[in-house]
């Protein structure tokens, strides 16, 4: 297994909260496999749950309590440089991340500007409920099978960059993971 191979790896143990061993990595060789892996392996949901709408209440009731903000006025499409006081961004982004409780979240690029993909509220909302979405869902999580998609599909386009993709191409073969 290459590198970019064993990193999607450890992001799909972190985002799911489980460990995969080497064996059975090894046979994880095209989307679907992985779905069907975790299906198996997941406590099973009977109905889905929106992650990036969980992730967002969690995200905003944080943002409430570090920044003092009304509930209004913190919507998905929110920028996070219109609510944080300028020259303080940067504490106030890791203070209100440490609130989440969730173990993710962005990291502000050197100079500490915001990453464009978590420029907003809705944004790291998006970003937690790809990274971390066991933890966004809680204790004893439970998991459909489109949820797991979801999640795998969004951790092949963040994780190894590929955004166009059938659930059964090869990693290896069809993507060129290594």
Do not use: N
């Amino acid at each position: 297994m290459g590198l970019d191979s064993v990193e999607f790896v450890m992001a799909l143990e972190e985002a799911f909260g489980l460990y995969i061993p080497d064996f059975d990595a090894v046979s994880l060789t095209t989307p679907r496999k992985v779905i069907d892996y975790l299906e198996k392996r997941l406590a099973p949901a009977e109905s889905p749950q929106c992650l990036d709408q969980m992730a967002f209440y969690s995200v905003r009731r944080a943002a409430m309590r570090v920044l003092e903000k009304p509930r209004g006025a913190l919507t998905p499409a929110t920028r996070w440089d219109r609510i944080f006081q300028t020259k303080d961004h940067p504490r106030q982004w890791e203070l209100v991340g440490q609130a989440t409780g969730l173990p993710r979240w962005p990291r502000l690029r050197l100079g500490g500007s915001i990453p464009s993909d978590v420029q907003t509220i809705g944004g790291t909302a998006r970003f937690l409920a790809a990274r971390c979405p066991s933890a966004v869902k809680g204790q004893a999580p439970t998991w459909t099978k489109a949820e797991i998609t979801q999640v795998v599909t969004r951790l092949i386009d963040t994780e190894l960059g590929i955004t166009t993709f059938g659930l059964d191409d090869g990693f290896v073969d069809d993507l060129g993971v290594d």
